[in-house]
């Protein structure tokens, strides 16, 4: 092991005995108490040496016998070190590409925050590049998020659709100005191949549109059309369901952004379980539903920019939370934020006993708490539920690192 205290956490002496590593108050931790010199052996844990080394350099700092090993060991425990040689054969194949490697540098540093495990950063950094992820819908939302999936270093991006780029589907990131009037798939990846850090493999071919491919990771649906946002088509998710891969959906409609939910085959509810309840709050929505699908549709959506790069970017990070290992807010639910108010509300996605995903009869799953709707307004079917704001999530300790019960005497959270 080659201890590195993690590099995106500020350190800073809240007194003479009081080491505090980070500033916000997810990730702040104090460590106390600390003399001056084991202050000053701190600056030695930037991954350049190995224990052996370390050792040495206590002995010539007069250190008490045994006192670097339960440094480190309290450091760890603590989730504030890394290891700058783990995270396995992936991770060193890896550090073979400093060009890639340096590309990636800023999401390592985050990915250090949220893991404990030394070595664990880089681990799953270099675990990106073997997934495959595919991207239905290449508009405003699709072309940029799977830009920003590339970027982060997942290894295979794939998007599919269907016609020609047009005008007002240029974006910043995502599909460029002089790819109007090309076919709008090609042109979506080579936006993925610009964004991408290293060369992607090359892939099979491909699937007729439509029909899931098991090895893929993650499947997100980002349609263009705002009724498939609105109301997803259960049909489109059936062989995602059938080959249990895991699905997200994400879009704009009416000046509203949609992430969510995340479907975890048979596990959470999916497009079915939505449609199912909202069809037993409200008997009137499969009359509006084929209504709007079989009606005139308009030329242009209303798909503001920076609404469109908002959900875009939010997506991504649920995606990538999923990804690396983890269960975002996504799954069992629906968030969503509306122009001009910008407030993030969360609507549950709860499996329904007559969709045959067969999520109902998995048992209860993890959802977000239910929040006070205190409008005034009549409120139709999609607002008869009460929501939950982003804030509450934000703060929600259920996310943040739970390293108190290993954490040794000495060292606590910091309430900055």
Request: net charge positive; with cysteine.
């Given at each position: 092991?080659?201890?590195?205290?993690?590099?995106?956490?500020?350190?800073?002496?809240?007194?003479?005995?009081?080491?505090?590593?980070?500033?916000?108050?997810?990730?702040?931790?104090?460590?106390?108490?600390?003399?001056?010199?084991?202050?000053?052996?701190?600056?030695?844990?930037?991954?350049?040496?190995?224990?052996?080394?370390?050792?040495?350099?206590?002995?010539?700092?007069?250190?008490?016998?045994?006192?670097?090993?339960?440094?480190?060991?309290?450091?760890?425990?603590?989730?504030?070190?890394?290891?700058?040689?783990?995270?396995?054969?992936?991770?060193?194949?890896?550090?073979?590409?400093?060009?890639?490697?340096?590309?990636?540098?800023?999401?390592?540093?985050?990915?250090?925050?949220?893991?404990?495990?030394?070595?664990?950063?880089?681990?799953?950094?270099?675990?990106?590049?073997?997934?495959?992820?595919?991207?239905?819908?290449?508009?405003?939302?699709?072309?940029?998020?799977?830009?920003?999936?590339?970027?982060?270093?997942?290894?295979?991006?794939?998007?599919?659709?269907?016609?020609?780029?047009?005008?007002?589907?240029?974006?910043?990131?995502?599909?460029?100005?002089?790819?109007?009037?090309?076919?709008?798939?090609?042109?979506?990846?080579?936006?993925?191949?610009?964004?991408?850090?290293?060369?992607?493999?090359?892939?099979?071919?491909?699937?007729?549109?439509?029909?899931?491919?098991?090895?893929?990771?993650?499947?997100?649906?980002?349609?263009?059309?705002?009724?498939?946002?609105?109301?997803?088509?259960?049909?489109?998710?059936?062989?995602?369901?059938?080959?249990?891969?895991?699905?997200?959906?994400?879009?704009?409609?009416?000046?509203?952004?949609?992430?969510?939910?995340?479907?975890?085959?048979?596990?959470?509810?999916?497009?079915?379980?939505?449609?199912?309840?909202?069809?037993?709050?409200?008997?009137?929505?499969?009359?509006?539903?084929?209504?709007?699908?079989?009606?005139?549709?308009?030329?242009?959506?209303?798909?503001?920019?920076?609404?469109?790069?908002?959900v875009a970017g939010l997506a991504a990070a649920h995606a990538l939370a999923f990804l690396d290992g983890r269960s975002p807010t996504g799954a069992g639910a629906r968030w969503e934020v509306s122009l001009p108010a910008l407030h993030w509300h969360a609507r549950p996605v709860r499996p329904h006993a007559a969709c045959p995903c067969g999520a109902?009869?998995?048992?209860?799953?993890?959802?977000?708490?239910?929040?006070?709707?205190?409008?005034?307004?009549?409120?139709?079917?999609?607002?008869?539920?009460?929501?939950?704001?982003?804030?509450?999530?934000?703060?929600?300790?259920?996310?943040?690192?739970?390293?108190?019960?290993?954490?040794?005497?000495?060292?606590?959270?910091?309430?900055?």
């Amino acid at each position: 092991m080659h201890p590195m205290v993690k590099p995106a956490l500020r350190r800073g002496w809240r007194d003479l005995n009081t080491v505090q590593f980070g500033m916000t108050p997810a990730h702040a931790l104090t460590l106390g108490p600390v003399d001056t010199a084991t202050g000053s052996f701190l600056d030695l844990l930037d991954g350049t040496r190995g224990l052996g080394l370390l050792r040495e350099e206590g002995r010539r700092m007069d250190f008490s016998e045994g006192h670097v090993d339960r440094l480190v060991r309290r450091l760890s425990r603590a989730g504030l070190l890394d290891d700058s040689r783990g995270g396995g054969p992936d991770a060193d194949a890896l550090r073979e590409k400093p060009g890639v490697l340096d590309r990636l540098r800023p999401d390592l540093a985050s990915l250090g925050l949220t893991t404990s495990e030394p070595g664990e950063p880089l681990g799953r950094l270099a675990a990106r590049r073997s997934m495959r992820v595919q991207v239905r819908g290449a508009g405003r939302v699709g072309a940029a998020l799977a830009a920003l999936l590339a970027g982060a270093g997942v290894g295979d991006v794939d998007v599919r659709d269907v016609g020609r780029v047009e005008p007002w589907d240029v974006v910043p990131g995502g599909l460029p100005v002089d790819s109007v009037g090309d076919r709008r798939d090609e042109a979506a990846r080579r936006v993925v191949r610009r964004a991408t850090p290293e060369p992607p493999p090359r892939r099979p071919a491909r699937p007729p549109l439509g029909e899931a491919d098991p090895g893929f990771s993650l499947v997100v649906l980002a349609p263009r059309d705002d009724v498939a946002v609105h109301a997803p088509d259960p049909a489109a998710a059936e062989a995602l369901l059938s080959s249990g891969t895991a699905h997200l959906y994400a879009g704009v409609v009416e000046g509203t952004g949609v992430v969510g939910p995340l479907v975890l085959p048979g596990r959470t509810g999916c497009a079915g379980c939505l449609q199912q309840d909202r069809i037993d709050r409200d008997p009137a929505w499969p009359r509006l539903v084929t209504q709007w699908r079989s009606g005139r549709q308009r030329r242009v959506g209303a798909c503001d920019l920076t609404l469109a790069t908002t959900v875009a970017g939010l997506a991504a990070a649920h995606a990538l939370a999923f990804l690396d290992g983890r269960s975002p807010t996504g799954a069992g639910a629906r968030w969503e934020v509306s122009l001009p108010a910008l407030h993030w509300h969360a609507r549950p996605v709860r499996p329904h006993a007559a969709c045959p995903c067969g999520a109902a009869e998995a048992g209860p799953v993890a959802e977000p708490r239910e929040g006070e709707n205190k409008g005034k307004r009549k409120h139709t079917s999609e607002d008869r539920r009460p929501h939950e704001t982003m804030a509450v999530h934000g703060s929600s300790k259920q996310w943040r690192r739970q390293a108190d019960t290993e954490r040794p005497a000495g060292t606590w959270r910091a309430h900055v």
